[in-house]
Structures are given as structure tokens and as C-alpha cells.
């Protein structure tokens, strides 16, 4: 399906990933400019790119991007158990094939790229940055899943239990949880879209895939020193989905030389379309400036290959006339 408005041509495709499954993915694309960048959006747990995050990609594409989104193996439109996340390695390698390819067009090959990840798509774009560090040009990072907030972890000794239970029942949906859509969307009218969106999911988290969203969370948590692209980091000061106080760690102690933060007195965990009208417009217009400057500043992942390139020559012309 292929359609355009407002100067943004949209089109979607489904793709098969090693293990069989058809997966869901779409794009974005001004049409009135060649895309200035490209940006791979990485959704939140339980939601879904063509939707939920269409206005997302649409502001983006009007200032110039080209955009790309896939639903994870049992999100959205994809394949796979809903809501199950049997594997967070798996979602990490469809991804970054996905991602990869698109990349590696010609047409595409000398342009700046970015990864754009919401809460759990926080953590995914982090782990494909720690799969290929010298891959990408940056990261805005939305309330990115490195600590889920301790309002909405169970006791410990109930995870403690149910880790056990994963190995049991790993599909089966009883996960205590409090209700997400409450919890991170400030705007009542935007939970009932949430709600009444046949592509998200909705029910109880099911094991396997709470112990994974935990496995990497805390993964994350110990290794942020690893980080080392260009990053800006938002935050709402009332998140209670996942935890601001990591994010200003993140910030703190992330190995990047290029890192800005960003936190947002009184905005809830849903910055991109849960609040209000005025309040988006103040994350995207810190998103696109932040965007918008790196891409004018220039081609630091060009330089770094070219420079990865004159040293090899170097060793070789060096070792040759040893």
C-alpha cells in the first residue's frame, strides 16, 4: 500500500526474517527534497510503528528525513505470538538487518543515519549501536527502557518465581502489571486510541517476555559506559514507565564525547504523542534541532571509515616495505 499526503510518500512491505516469519515494515519519505538523513524509528513494547507512530514519522519526514519503521516478531503486523518476545537477540538481529540493508543502497550510502527509539525501542536502538559500534551517526533515545521504574516491577520475590516459571510456561500472560496505557499516556483521548489500536497489545505481559524486557534492562544498566555515539536523551520529569534517574545516568556516564539531555518538568513517559499538543511540539522541535545540527555538522561516521581506511593502507604500505 502506497499513498502520499502532505508531501510524504508512505509505503509498507512485509520482508521474512531467518526463522520464517513474515515481518511487518513501512517508510516514509519526502518528495519534494532528497532526504537530508535517515532515520530507523525502533517502537515501544506492546505498540507498533504504522500507527502509533505515524505522526512521529511524518514530522520527521517534513523536515527532510527519509523514515523507517519495523514491527518487532509479535508486535503489530508482524508474525509471531502477540505480545511474545521469546528472544530480545532475535528482535535485535531483525532489526539490524533490516536497518543494514536500507543503508546500503547506493542511493543511500554517503547519507547521515540515525536510530529514533521509544521506551523498550530505547534499549533496542542502544543494543544495535553495542552490536555495530561504529555504525551509526547518533540516537535520540524517548524514555529509553535501561531501568524499568520500580513502580512497575513486581517484588522481588515474585520476579524470583516467575523467573523460575519461564522456563515452564513462558507464553502463558500472568505477569502482575499495572496498566500501562494509564500509566504512560497523559492525554485521555490518546489512551483510547491506544485502546482501540487492533495492533497493540494489550494483555498481561507473558513471561518469557517480562523476563527478557528485564534481562536487557538490567544488561544495559551495568554496561552504559559502552555507549560512545552521539546521543540525546529525553525524559519526562512524572515518568513512572521507565526510569528518568537512569537516563540522566546514561547521560553521565556513557563514553560519548557528543550527549545531550533533555527533561521535561511535568510530561508523563509518552513524549512523542501522549501529551499535549504544545508539549510535542517542544520534544520534536528539540528532536529535529538536534537532528538538523548534526546532519549540517557533517559526516563523523564518513570520517571515521576514511580514516579506518588510510590506516589500513598505512599498516600495508608500512608491512610491504619492511
Keep these: 500500500m502506497a499513498q502520499e499526503i502532505d508531501n510524504v510518500r508512505y509505503d ?3 520482508i521474512l526474517n531467518p526463522r520464517g516469519l513474515k515481518l511487518f515494515t513501512c517508510k516514509w519519505i519526502p518528495t519534494t527534497e532528497e532526504p537530508k538523513g ?38 503489530g503486523k508482524s508474525a509471531g505470538m502477540e505480545g511474545y518476545v521469546s528472544n530480545m537477540d532475535h528482535t535485535i538481529d531483525d532489526c539490524s538487518k533490516h536497518f543494514t540493508s536500507i543503508c546500503e543502497k547506493p542511493e543511500n550510502i554517503r547519507k547521515m543515519r ?29 524514555a529509553p527502557m535501561c531501568k524499568i521504574a ?45 485502546r482501540k489500536n487492533p495492533y497493540c497489545y494489550k494483555g498481561r505481559p507473558r513471561l518469557k517476555t517480562g523476563y527478557e524486557l528485564l534481562r536487557v534492562s538490567l544488561d544495559l544498566e551495568k554496561r552504559l559506559e559502552e555507549v560512545s555515539l552521539p546521543f540525546l536523551v529525553l525524559h519526562g520529569e512524572d515518568d ?21 539531555i533533555k527533561l521535561y518538568p511535568g510530561m508523563w513517559h509518552g513524549l512523542l504523542y501522549g ?31 576514511h580514516k579506518h581506511a588510510n590506516d589500513d593502507f598505512s599498516k600495508s604500505k608500512a608491512a610491504l616495505q619492511v
Aim: glycine residues 6%; charged residues 25%; negative net charge.
Design 12 to 14: 509498507e512491505e512485509f
Design 38 to 75: 535517515l532515520i530507523f524509528i525502533c517502537h515501544g513494547y506492546a505498540m507498533e510503528c504504522s500507527i502509533t507512530m505515524n505522526s512521529t514519522a511524518i514530522r520527521l519526514a517534513k523536515a527532510g528525513f527519509a523514515v523507517y519503521g519495523i514491527d518487532y516478531e509479535g508486535h
Design 114 to 142: 540515525y536510530l529514533l527509539g521509544e521506551s523498550m525501542g530505547g534499549a533496542v536502538a542502544l543494543l544495535l549501536h553495542r552490536k555495530n559500534p561504529d555504525f551509526w551517526d547518533g540516537a535520540v533515545l524517548v
Design 150 to 194: 520500580d513502580d512497575m516491577r513486581p517484588p522481588p520475590l515474585v520476579i524470583s518465581v516467575l523467573t523460575k516459571l519461564t522456563h515452564v510456561i513462558p507464553t502463558w500472560k500472568i505477569i502482575p502489571s499495572k496498566d500501562i496505557i494509564d500509566m504512560a499516556f497523559k492525554v485521555p483521548e490518546v489512551r483510547e486510541q491506544v
Design 240 to 260: 513512572r514507565v521507565t526510569d528518568k534517574s537512569v537516563s540522566k545516568q546514561l547521560y553521565t556516564t556513557a563514553s560519548s564525547t557528543d550527549k545531550t
Design 275 to 305: 501529551e499535549t499538543p504544545e508539549n510535542i511540539d517542544l520534544v520534536f522541535t528539540d528532536i529535529i534541532d538536534w537532528l538538523e545540527s548534526r546532519t549540517e555538522q557533517g559526516i563523523s561516521r564518513m570520517e571515521r571509515e
